[in-house]
């Protein structure tokens, strides 16, 4: 008999030492339903521990999950805390200590569902369990939460090292488990763009992306909840993998950071854990609840709260009844002012302006990781009107009707011309007051050029900021700001100018709603 949705049972936990298949152990633990009905069958949920996470994340979720019908168990990683092993980054060991789990589940659990095993994590645990559903395909089920889709992309976004992320990741890795060390011989070789040529094998590995043909030939049932403002597994990568599955899926896209949104009680954590349940019940129990009849694509306002609404869509991109793209060309700045002009028009007049390198500026993504997950309520601000326009530059709309921009905006056409053989820049958007020229940020982006030509022109491949949400008020404009240095990524070149040549080709596309459709 199968678990029924909306029965309740009573729990018995369990704790274990799991042996994978080269005989290292994992540390886990278990709630299962409690039955006398010997024929009964409970599907499965694995959760997988978050970096630098001990595996009891989830204890309160296993409990309520278990007493709702799913034999639970959650394992700590190899390399991490108690179990052994070395952590390799959820590279192919990890992989197999998946199956083993499964294995052991199976055999040890009498109540087990072979037939409706899912997955569910956090960060570290949620790209565990992308992965796992491209090698296992008994794994049927999976919600990922803050999870990556291209590591190369995480950790090197468009070539621009994430150096403050990836250093906090090497340093807990050592301090709380037990690294493999070819993971820092990779991160070194990002911060310094060495043998890139050895990072991407070894990072494609790893990522979910190289492995959507598995998954779609799989057709596990794929939850992906992911953060605006996540500066570690950019949206940008989430969206390309969410997109390029031709399977059941869903997305969530939040305000936050990373694993802010999933696990912040103020935030949306109760909502997404609810909707994750939902997914698992749909999909492990066959529930008619709904779960798959909802828009398929949610994005949340990020500047409304920490529980702001969200935007539904049927899928991604959304059609043109519902969307629309507003493109401005970028043009030069007026004797008189800072501000040079982004128009719909576009502008024939020459000219040139100088952008030099420097760690100081008005232009930031603010304080690490809390101003991202505090964005909502407490909007990173920066006083435009008074850049220093020899390190930022800054070119601003007219004032707007009230506009929501919600997607990905993009730059494109861009070139410079560079002093040094390498250099970074680094972009920014605000909403900003022409009275107080004061703008409230909105997303930003970065572009790295190892190999330039110094003293020749130079294109700018197309740039993707981060996702946003966020609404023009009325009489605002747009402001795209540019400097060559944020304290997130590791610089190229900590010397050196690039200069801007008039007329641009230079277009900043937004993507705007034209329909909106709100879920409460």
Known sequence: MLAQVGATYPVAPGLHRIPTFDGVKLTANSFQPVTLDKSAKFPVVIFGNSWDSPGTEYIGYEKSWAAEGYVVVEYEARGWFTSGGHCTGAGPEEMKDVSAVIDWIL???????????GFVGVSYGGG?????AAHDKRVRAVVAMSAWADIEGALNWNDSPSRLWGELLVLSGKVLGSLDPQMNTMW???VHHENMDQVQPWAAERSPMHFVDQLNENKPAIFMSHNHDDNLFHSVWAIQLWEALK??????????THGSAELLPFAEADKLWG???????RYLKGAQNGIDKAPHVEIQRQDNGLKGQYFGFESWPPPSDEFATLSFHMGPRQSSGVFGSLSTAGTTEQGQEVLQYAKKGLLTTGIFAVADAFKPVVPVKAKLGEVDIRHNLVFA???????TVCGWPTLTGLSVVPTENKFQLVFYLYSADLSSKVGNLMTHSVYTSWEAKAGAKNA????????????VPSGHALVLGMDMYDYLYEPASTQGNVTLVYPLAANLHLPVLHQQSIMV
């Open 275 to 281: 909707d994750s349940l939902s997914w698992m019940n």
């Open 247 to 256: 399977i059941e899926k869903k997305i969530a896209l939040n305000a936050g």
């Open 128 to 132: 565990m369990g992308l992965l796992a």
């Open 397 to 403: 709309t007219a004032a707007m009707q009230a506009t």
């Open 107 to 117: 055999k040890t659990f009498p109540h087990a569902d072979p037939d409706a095993i």
């Open 188 to 190: 070194n070789n990002v």
């Open 460 to 471: 700018v491949e197309d740039i993707s900021f981060h996702s946003t949400c966020f609404e």
